[in-house]
């Protein structure tokens, strides 16, 4: 028995200007069928019926996810009055599932993601849920890495070999976001797995370990456990979530806690965090181009182009470059430094 939960309130500030503060990346298509909001939800009812599946969101989109997942029962849709990350966004989820159904496995899974064989991705689940029930630890879906990528948590498992995958492997150490040098060397050291950021867990465990690694917030989440059911549950959200403190639970718990196991996931998985994860997923022209909506290339190569304005988008002696033309912004930019994306956000804010 095991309860989904999706993560849909993350601002997925690297995808702009597609993706933006009013519209997260996780609410757009940004390659295969529908939102990767609602494939995340298609893969989640590979799982578990409607009424076991959980989404977390912001109260700012509320109406994108009423929008686009219509069959979501009402009652199992969470808000939060402001985002605090993702310790805060499991936490309550918990709590929920602990009133509710205690018993539960609980399958907590981000909405930003893409995985291209379904079959093997619930295949992995359905592992990681046998190996929570057994451990009572906190289990991760481990991926194999294949560049140093530094938006990622990095699992230490010792030495990978083949046969291993699917089964369960004790995490030695998690560490969330190396930098790159750090990266790098994990990666060379062959002992090294991505999380992938699907975690499943019994609600004792985490509420446990919640209790144990970030005591202030299982303390200032006490109230809200006890309003659930009752008609105050919603002032008294509003009033002590935003109190709560910001941390992932990578952070926050996966770095700290000595019970993480890891299952090995191999099912083409993609967090798509930037531009150029795009290239690893959707299909490049002969010249090594990727191009979504109206574009006519002439002499160009290795360009991402996206348009969405219904302008068609002529280039012309173009190498390396992004080119993103929105309704209200045209982005030009070396692709190449599409990692970097936060500082052209970051400078823009400085400008108002
Ligand atoms: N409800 C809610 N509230 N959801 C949130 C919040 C929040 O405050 N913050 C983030 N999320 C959602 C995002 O929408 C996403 O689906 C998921 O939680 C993960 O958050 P990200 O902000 O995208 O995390 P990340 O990508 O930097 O890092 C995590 O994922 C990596 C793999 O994609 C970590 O778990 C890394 O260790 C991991 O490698
Ligand atoms: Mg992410």
Same mark, same amino acid.
């Given at each position: 028995?095991?309860?989904?939960?999706?993560?849909?309130?993350?601002?997925?500030?690297?995808?702009?200007?597609?993706?933006?503060?009013?519209?997260?990346?996780?609410?757009?298509?940004?390659?295969?069928?529908?939102?990767?909001?609602q494939?995340?939800v298609?893969?989640?009812?590979?799982?578990?019926?409607?009424?076991?599946?959980?989404?977390?969101?912001?109260?700012?989109?509320?109406?994108l996810?009423r929008?686009?997942v219509p069959d979501?029962?009402?009652?199992?849709?969470?808000?939060e009055?402001?985002?605090?990350?993702t310790?805060?966004?499991?936490?309550?989820?918990a709590?929920l599932l602990?009133?509710?159904d205690?018993?539960?496995?609980?399958?907590v899974l981000?909405?930003d993601?893409?995985?291209?064989?379904?079959?093997?991705?619930?295949?992995?689940?359905?592992?990681?849920?046998?190996?929570?029930?057994?451990t009572k630890?906190?289990?991760?879906?481990?991926?194999?890495?294949?560049?140093p990528?530094?938006g990622y948590?990095?699992?230490?498992?010792?030495?990978?070999?083949?046969?291993?995958?699917g089964?369960?492997?004790?995490?030695?150490?998690?560490?969330e976001?190396?930098?790159?040098?750090?990266a790098?060397?994990?990666?060379a050291?062959?002992e090294?797995l991505?999380?992938? @950021?699907? =975690?499943? &867990?019994?609600?004792?465990a985490?509420q446990d370990?919640l209790e $144990?690694?970030?005591?202030?917030? /299982?303390? %200032?989440?006490?109230?809200?456990?006890?309003?659930?059911?009752?008609?105050?549950?919603d002032?008294v959200l509003?009033g002590?979530?935003p109190?709560?403190?910001?941390?992932?639970i990578?952070y926050?718990?996966m770095?700290?806690?000595?019970?993480?196991w890891a299952v090995p @996931?191999? =099912?083409? &998985?993609?967090?798509?965090?930037?531009?150029?994860a795009?290239? $690893?997923?959707?299909?490049?022209? /002969?010249? %090594?181009?990727?191009?979504?909506?109206q574009?006519?290339?002439?002499?160009?190569?290795?360009?991402?182009?996206?348009?969405?304005?219904?302008k068609?988008?002529?280039?012309?002696?173009?190498?390396?470059?992004?080119v993103?033309e929105t309704?209200?912004?045209l982005?030009v930019a070396?692709?190449?430094?599409?990692?970097?994306?936060?500082?052209?956000?970051?400078?823009l804010?400085?400008?108002?």
């Amino acid at each position: 028995r095991c309860s989904v939960v999706i993560m849909a309130g993350g601002s997925g500030e690297r995808f702009w200007p597609y993706s933006r503060k009013e519209k997260p990346k996780q609410f757009l298509p940004v390659a295969g069928e529908g939102t990767l909001l609602q494939q995340a939800v298609r893969r989640a009812r590979l799982l578990v019926p409607w009424s076991n599946i959980y989404i977390v969101t912001g109260c700012q989109y509320l109406g994108l996810v009423r929008e686009q997942v219509p069959d979501l029962p009402p009652e199992n849709l969470l808000v939060e009055p402001v985002g605090r990350d993702t310790a805060p966004c499991i936490a309550l989820a918990a709590s929920l599932l602990k009133a509710r159904d205690p018993g539960t496995v609980m399958v907590v899974l981000p909405s930003d993601h893409m995985i291209l064989d379904e079959k093997r991705f619930a295949e992995a689940i359905r592992d990681a849920v046998a190996v929570a029930k057994e451990t009572k630890g906190l289990v991760t879906i481990g991926i194999r890495p294949t560049r140093p990528e530094t938006g990622y948590g990095y699992i230490h498992v010792g030495p990978i070999s083949r046969v291993e995958m699917g089964r369960a492997l004790r995490v030695r150490k998690f560490t969330e976001k190396p930098d790159l040098e750090t990266a790098m060397a994990f990666l060379a050291s062959g002992e090294y797995l991505w999380n992938s @950021g699907m =975690f499943v &867990w019994e609600v004792r465990a985490i509420q446990d370990a919640l209790e $144990r690694y970030l005591p202030e917030l /299982a303390c %200032g989440m006490r109230p809200i456990a006890e309003a659930v059911g009752t008609a105050s549950f919603d002032a008294v959200l509003a009033g002590h979530f935003p109190r709560l403190p910001r941390i992932s639970i990578d952070y926050g718990v996966m770095e700290k806690a000595d019970n993480v196991w890891a299952v090995p @996931g191999d =099912f083409g &998985w993609d967090d798509l965090g930037t531009w150029t994860a795009l290239e $690893r997923v959707a299909g490049k022209d /002969a010249d %090594g181009n990727l191009v979504q909506g109206q574009a006519v290339l002439v002499d160009t190569r290795e360009t991402i182009i996206r348009s969405d304005s219904g302008k068609l988008v002529v280039t012309f002696g173009l190498k390396d470059t992004l080119v993103v033309e929105t309704p209200d912004v045209l982005l030009v930019a070396d692709k190449k430094r599409a990692q970097d994306l936060k500082a052209v956000l970051n400078e823009l804010r400085r400008q108002g």
